[in-house]
């Protein structure tokens, strides 16, 4: 029966990435200077943790087939067919990400059945979904977090609109305002998005002409101008126009369900998301961008942000509330004077120590696993009993039970 497992996890390398931000939370040197953008914590056949078990190290997906219900619980063993759920991740962003969206469950299952009989390697560039699973996830700030969130309110959209007077999107804005309902801004996106791309080059050009001149307390103008840095030419560039904009302080999360297009503009964060890596990409990448399979799976609803609530467990975490049933987040705060104790019914568990150094202790076996900063663990659903002791921050991935 495994117990508790320090993790060795992968780095994926995206344009995005931070040359700096990861390998300062695992005290290493990026001698090659090479983007690191986010690190992989989980059973993804993409990218699985090795966990060290017996003096090796061997998958979390092998680890997991030899005695499913040991390491994800009973429960989750037979809710997930022997998989893990989630998938966990540190993201480092140090320009924007695409413009993009996740299928819902439904959506996903069809459209990886279409690709698959299309003979689309599951590795091509043009693939749209890798996996046949849904995407909703929670990110969590570790530093100052910006991020685009969600259609705005359909009055917001408007307001920033006229005050740019852009008149390409004249006769648009006037059918939004005759239907400012989500079919009408569906429509409205659909427009703007089947733009040409001559039609599109202008619009962005008289777009960062009014822009300069009021950037002043205007975040949503310099973020257009910063985008355009990096995609100039790219009809992302207006997306703070008409997604909410956010600057998330640390410690504070949101929560993204399927359809809900965003984009993550800048900064160092904890996210945690169903076991799957379909993307639907709408602009700011040079990656595969599919407009019709994006524009089914977008949900129109202008609404405003809302955090996530964390909610208190005892003297020293923190849990985010949210509706998956994949994934709950938590966050574990701890000084010399304090000792958590691991809560008596879990499932699957992971630990990500963000600063400081902490142990874990096993009190059944009385062996005691180090965490310094960077580092992670596997807590299997078999150990009992557990505690966290030292000074500093875990975050922490489990299951709903």
């Known amino acids: 029966m495994a117990g508790i497992s320090l993790l060795k996890n992968s780095i994926q390398e995206y344009a995005w990435g931070s040359t700096r931000a990861i390998p300062e939370l695992l005290g290493r040197t990026n001698t090659g200077k090479r983007p690191q953008a986010e690190l992989w914590m989980g059973a993804h056949s993409k990218a699985p943790s ?62 990886f059945q279409r690709e698959n009989k299309q003979n689309i390697p599951l590795d091509a560039a043009e693939r749209n979904y890798r996996d046949d699973n849904h995407k909703p996830e929670c990110i969590c700030a570790l530093t100052r977090f910006w991020a685009l969130s969600r259609f705005r309110k359909i009055a917001n959209i408007q307001t920033n609109l006229h005050q740019l007077n852009l008149k ?46 009021d950037t002043r307390d205007r975040p949503e103008f310099q973020w257009m101008i910063k985008l355009a840095d990096h995609y100039p030419e790219d009809i992302g560039v207006l997306s703070p126009l008409f997604l909410n904009l956010i600057c998330l302080e640390p410690g504070q999360a949101i929560y993204l369900d399927a359809g809900e297009l965003h984009a993550y503009l800048e900064g160092l964060g904890i996210e945690l998301m169903a076991n799957s890596d379909n993307v639907l990409r709408g602009g700011l990448t040079p990656k595969h961008v599919d407009v019709p399979e994006l524009l089914r799976t977008l949900n129109f609803e202008g609404r ?47 630990i990500i120590c963000t600063h400081g150094n902490v142990t874990i202790a096993e009190p059944d076996s009385q062996i005691e696993t180090e965490l310094p900063q960077g580092a992670s663990a596997l807590i299997p659903s078999s150990v009992t009993r557990y505690s966290l002791k030292g000074e500093g921050t875990c975050y922490k991935a489990g299951v709903p039970l």
């Open 168 to 213: 390409v999107l004249n006769d648009m804005l006037i059918e939004l305002e005759q239907a400012p309902t989500a079919h009408g801004l569906q429509q409205f996106y659909t427009s703007l998005m089947s733009l040409s791309q001559d039609q599109k080059k202008r619009l962005i050009d008289q777009a960062l002409k009014k822009a300069h001149y």
């Open 304 to 350: 405003n942000i809302t955090l996530l609530t964390p909610q208190t467990s005892g003297a020293n975490e923190l849990i985010y509330p949210s509706p998956a049933k994949e994934f709950v987040l938590s966050a574990v705060t701890l000084n010399k004077d304090s000792v958590y104790h691991g809560p008596p019914q879990r499932n699957v568990e992971i």
């Open 50 to 111: 090795l966990v060290h078990q017996d003096g090796r190290w061997i998958s979390l997906q092998q680890l997991i087939s030899r005695d499913p219900e040991g390491i994800l619980g009973k429960t989750v063993a037979r809710k997930f067919h022997n998989q893990l759920p989630f998938l966990f991740k540190v993201l480092a962003a140090a320009k924007p990400l695409s413009i993009q969206a996740h299928p819902n469950k439904h959506q996903a299952q069809i459209g």
